[in-house]
């Protein structure tokens, strides 16, 4: 069963200003966090462990959080 995304405002603004080459990798790791988030190779925040983070392709960071009770994955912001 697939997770719920929620967006917040940052995110969405950040993910219209990537360089369109990206997106296709940013959506295809939201896909694979969507579906799954212990297959994906995503590491906790040292200062919040709630928070986590992936790199795409080595230039983008996706910062997100895991609502296991909500079945939910929050993205927080995408930073390039």
């Known amino acids: 069963m697939k997770r ?3 967006f917040a405002p940052t ?5 219209r200003m990537i360089d369109r080459r990206m997106v296709r990798h940013v959506w295809a790791v939201i896909d694979g966090l969507r579906d799954n988030p212990d297959t994906v190779g995503y590491r906790a925040d040292s200062v919040d462990p709630s928070v986590c983070s992936i790199t795409v392709a080595g230039d983008v960071t996706i910062w997100f959080e895991i609502l296991d009770e909500q079945h939910a994955i929050h993205i927080l912001d995408i930073e390039e």
């Open 4 to 6: 719920t995304l929620y």
């Open 11 to 15: 995110a969405t603004t950040a993910l």
